[in-house]
């Protein structure tokens, strides 16, 4: 896909995955500022300005590498409920994982339990497996994150490595 690509919109059963928008932003700042939602993803809640330059990034992430994140939201109502997609984010780990689609998720604790996770992750794979057959996909997973790492694993996703990021044990999948 090439850079500058707008955002494709994906639908399931229950879900539209679409570009972020700036009414988008108190939802996600909402998001992301919940604990539960940040345990695994660096700990700490993220401010109403963080989470905007998160959107941003979100965006740009299409602009510059053809593929990024979607916001989530339910096709029952409109209602955003969180966000899948992939990122190349040059992290300094071992392995290194440039070069890679690194797929990742989040969705509000209101529809944990729901299966909406594996749905979401389920076509932004299908996507990329279409748009993007040459580039690995991969997922960084902390090591304690058993409903990630359930999400992976539905997803096709298998343990690849074990390794370290930001001083924690974490685990990379490949698809």
Same mark, same amino acid.
């Given at each position: 896909?090439?850079?500058?690509?707008?955002?494709?919109?994906?639908?399931? %059963?229950?879900?539209?995955?679409? $570009?972020?928008?700036?009414?988008?932003?108190?939802?996600?700042? %909402?998001?992301?500022?919940?604990?539960?939602?940040?345990?695994?993803?660096?700990?700490?809640?993220?401010?109403?300005?963080?989470?905007?330059?998160?959107?941003?990034?979100?965006?740009?992430?299409?602009?510059?590498?053809?593929?990024?994140?979607? %916001?989530?939201?339910?096709?029952?109502?409109?209602?955003?409920?969180?966000? @899948?997609?992939?990122?190349?984010?040059?992290?300094?780990?071992?392995?290194?994982?440039?070069?890679?689609?690194?797929?990742?998720? @989040?969705?509000?604790?209101? @529809?944990?339990?729901?299966?909406? $996770?594996?749905?979401? *992750?389920?076509?932004?794979?299908?996507? %990329?497996?279409?748009?993007?057959?040459?580039?690995?996909? *991969?997922?960084?997973?902390?090591?304690?994150?058993? $409903?990630?790492?359930?999400?992976?694993?539905?997803?096709?996703?298998?343990?690849?490595?074990?390794?370290?990021?930001?001083?924690?044990?974490?685990?990379?999948?490949?698809?």
């Amino acid at each position: 896909m090439d850079a500058g690509t707008q955002v494709p919109v994906l639908e399931t %059963a229950r879900l539209r995955l679409r $570009a972020h928008r700036p009414d988008d932003h108190a939802a996600c700042t %909402a998001l992301w500022a919940d604990p539960e939602v940040v345990r695994h993803i660096g700990g700490r809640p993220f401010t109403a300005e963080e989470t905007w330059r998160r959107m941003l990034a979100s965006r740009g992430l299409w602009s510059m590498l053809g593929f990024g994140y979607w %916001a989530v939201e339910e096709k029952a109502g409109g209602r955003y409920v969180g966000d @899948v997609g992939f990122g190349d984010f040059r992290r300094e780990i071992e392995p290194s994982l440039a070069g890679m689609l690194e797929c990742g998720w @989040v969705l509000s604790p209101q @529809v944990h339990g729901r299966g909406y $996770a594996s749905e979401a *992750v389920a076509a932004a794979t299908a996507w %990329a497996d279409a748009h993007l057959p040459g580039m690995r996909a *991969v997922c960084l997973i902390e090591e304690g994150n058993a $409903a990630s790492i359930r999400v992976a694993g539905k997803a096709g996703f298998r343990e690849w490595r074990r390794t370290t990021y930001h001083g924690g044990a974490a685990l990379i999948f490949a698809h």
